[in-house]
Structure formats: C-alpha cells, structure tokens
C-alpha cells in the first residue's frame, strides 16, 4: 500500500503561480512512477503531468505544458507540481497518483485505474 497526501492547493489569481506537494508513505515512493491528475467542476478527471521513478522522465498534457512543472524527491518521497501563469481554467481539485505502469505516458491512458491516489487539494483561479 501507498498512501498519499496532497497540500499546497488554494485561491490565487490568474497569472499567479503556486506549487503542490505529494507525500508519500508506505511501500517503497521510488519504486512507483507518479502522476497529477485533476478535475474541474462538473468534468471528468483528466491526466495533468507524470513523472518516472528516477526523475529521469516527464510527460505533459497539452493544456498544461510550458506552465506546469513535476519533480520528485525521492529521499523526501515527495513529488511536486509547480504551476505558473496559472489560467481560470486550471481551476479544479488535483490529485497525485502512483503506479508502475511500463510508460509514463501511460498514466494518460490509465486515469481512474490508477494503483493509489491521495484525497486531493483544491486549486481555484479568480480571473
């Protein structure tokens, strides 16, 4: 078992940045590669940004690339989401995920079937 923990969501304006955090506790955090998710009022949960057990690899959904940013710290277990130039469309609760999937880009596919998932922070953007 993995458990999952996010923080780091609140109000911002667009434009602002902020970044999120995922701790992990557990099985081992390196032996899993990580993923954010999110999901906006009224939609479905939609694939955000992955990342490879050694860091080595990271993947973007189109809407989010160029802005949003994921990193992990293994011996933290520990994985981030920077997010600039935040949009009011950015506005949903995000989630971090785990899984050893073969592909990173995987996780795009994957969603919901994902192994382990935290409760989420919310994240909202005022225009």
């Known amino acids: 078992q993995v458990q999952l923990v996010e923080s780091g969501g609140g109000l911002v304006q667009a434009g602002d940045s902020l970044r999120l955090s995922c701790v992990a506790s557990?099985?081992?955090?390196?032996?899993?590669?990580m993923g954010w998710f999110r999901q906006a009022p009224g939609k479905e949960r939609e694939f955000v940004a992955a990342?490879?057990?050694?860091?080595?690899?990271?993947y973007y959904a189109d809407s989010v690339k160029g802005r949003l940013i994921i990193s992990r710290d293994n011996a933290k277990n520990a994985v981030d989401l920077q997010m600039n130039s935040l949009k009011p469309e950015d506005t949903a609760v995000y989630y971090c995920?785990?899984?050893?999937?073969?592909?990173?880009?995987?996780?795009?596919?994957?969603?919901?079937?994902?192994?382990?998932w935290g409760k989420g922070t919310l994240v909202t953007v005022s225009s």
């Open positions: 995920a785990a899984d050893r999937v073969t592909f990173i880009q995987d996780m795009a596919i994957k969603g919901r079937r994902m192994a382990y």
């Open positions: 990342i490879s057990w050694i860091g080595s690899s990271t």
């Open positions: 557990g099985r081992a955090f390196s032996d899993y590669h």
